[in-house]
């Protein structure tokens, strides 16, 4: 500006002015016009415009990240309208229900476990109609799971194995998420026989798991193939080889037989261990036995008259 500058001096470096220089005149100062500059980074103000604060001038960007609130929604700085919730700032377009998106600067919210609603979202989530995720706190609308006794997306997570993003699909054990492929092998068994997890039929005995075709007789090694086997220190026998090896066998019991036996269809008893198949009644005594035959199976008397006619012919005729 052209003025009468005689006897005046630059407001901040208090220095007199020339006589033909150019002066920045500002809310009644008068300014050298290279002092005229934001107070933090020393910079002419961009096409003049400059922030005041406290009586200092600054330029926009400095005004900004010194005083001016961050959006909790978009992560820019907020000039003008501030919304001010839940401990946040927000411009009034970024705060935003986050189940159905609408703005909640002007229609008031509901907080709902940390999380902006409107009135009718908060509505359908207490109602059980709407879910959200524990973790990123936005609404769940397709696959979930249920870890540490919370709703949460699967995707947040990673196999504990074999590291790949979960699915809807993928299990808990012992407090770790595996995929069903990882998981399937954790829980797949191992054959006693020749220590390969096994994926098919399996059988369980002397406390392992096994192929069929692994589990066989210890001594002349042949699957039993569903036959019965005989157990002693840990080991199979087929009937043949532990009544060859250690006598007769218990029917009942599957252990050898001491004292007075019971030799009746084809199978030996103890003779305290023959009983009825039904009732459980006793039926020998030293002086015999007394008993109903039906399907290789003794029956006490009473119990084998409520056998129908008609299944016990059927029966018979299978036999002969």
């Known amino acids: 500006i052209n003025m009468d500058l005689s006897g005046l001096v630059c407001t901040l470096c208090q220095d007199p002015f020339g006589g033909s220089e150019n002066v920045v005149n500002s809310g009644g100062q008068i300014w050298h016009e290279g002092c005229f500059v934001c107070v933090q980074c020393f910079q002419p103000f961009q096409e003049g415009v400059f922030f005041e604060q406290e009586g200092r001038k600054y330029c926009e960007k400095d005004f900004h990240v010194l005083f001016a609130p961050c959006c909790s929604g978009c992560g820019e700085f907020i000039v003008g309208r501030v919304i001010r919730a839940m401990s946040q700032c927000w411009h009034p377009t970024c705060f935003k229900c986050v189940s159905c998106h609408c703005e909640l600067a002007d229609v008031g ?11 009718k979202c908060n509505a359908e989530v207490k109602a059980g109609s709407k879910k959200f995720c524990m973790k990123c706190s936005l609404p769940i609308q397709g696959d979930h799971i249920v870890y540490n006794f919370q709703v949460v997306h699967p995707e947040h997570f990673n196999c504990k194995t074999c590291g790949k993003a979960l699915n809807g699909k993928c299990k808990e054990k012992e407090g770790e998420l595996y995929c069903l492929r990882c998981y399937d ?13 096994i994926e098919g039929r399996i ?14 007789c210890c001594h002349c090694e042949k ?4 036959r019965r086997h005989y157990e002693k220190k840990g080991l199979a ?24 036996v019971v030799n009746v269809l084809n199978k030996t008893w103890c003779l305290e261990h023959f009983h009825c198949t039904a009732c459980d009644e006793a039926l020998a005594s030293k002086g015999g036995a007394r ?23 059927r029966l018979k005729k299978q036999a002969e």
């Open 223 to 226: 699957p039993f193939e569903g």
């Open 203 to 216: 059988i369980h005995a002397l406390n392992k798991t096994w192929h069929p075709e692994h589990f066989v």
């Open 237 to 260: 026998y087929c009937e043949r080889d532990y009544k060859a090896l250690f006598g007769d066998v218990c029917f009942s019991c599957n252990r050898p037989c001491r004292g007075d």
């Open 109 to 119: 919210f509901v907080k709902n476990q940390g999380r902006p609603l409107c009135k």
């Open 291 to 313: 008993y109903a035959d039906m399907d290789d199976r003794p029956y006490c008397k009473h119990c084998f008259e409520k056998i129908p006619v008609e299944l016990r012919r």
């Open 185 to 197: 092998n954790l829980e797949s068994s191992v054959c006693g026989g020749c220590r390969r997890p």
